[in-house]
Nanobody, 121 residues
Framework: VQLQASGGGLVQAGGSLRLSCVAFGRTFAAMGWFRQAPGKERELVAG??????YYKESVKGRFTISRDNAKNAMYLQMNSLKPEDTAVYYC???????????????????WGQGTQVTVSS
């Protein structure tokens, strides 16, 4: 199983980026996007499990998570980006039979490589 993330880059504040993550090898009921800024813990930014969706409070209204089942892919549309959104973003998948949506990194057992998002002021 492999998760392949892409789409990071450098953008000015107020700009937009779209992250993509494609899963190879199996499908997942639950996936999410985490981010980790220097000196900070990895945090869940957005995730879904079946029809349930989670957004970190600070990104609500700006970020949108979506998926394309036919492509076994997940996306994160990030609008109105702020300098504090700067981080390495990781896609993750939960292959367990957990009932609820996992909110911490230990709830996810498959990880893609990180993609850097840098928002300049």
């Amino acid at each position: 199983v492999q998760l392949q993330a892409s789409g990071g880059g450098l953008v000015q504040a107020g700009g937009s980026l779209r992250l993509s993550c494609v899963a190879f090898g199996r499908t997942f009921a639950a996936m999410g996007w985490f981010r980790q800024a220097p000196g900070k813990e990895r945090e869940l930014v957005a995730g879904y499990r079946w029809s349930s969706t989670y957004y970190k409070e600070s990104v609500k209204g700006r970020f949108t998570i979506s998926r394309d089942n036919a492509k076994n892919a997940m996306y994160l549309q990030m609008n109105s980006l702020k300098p504090e959104d700067t981080a390495v973003y990781y896609c993750a998948a939960d292959g367990s039979r957990r009932i609820g949506l996992g909110l911490i990194q230990d709830d996810y057992n498959y990880w893609g490589q990180g993609t850097q998002v840098t928002v300049s002021s």
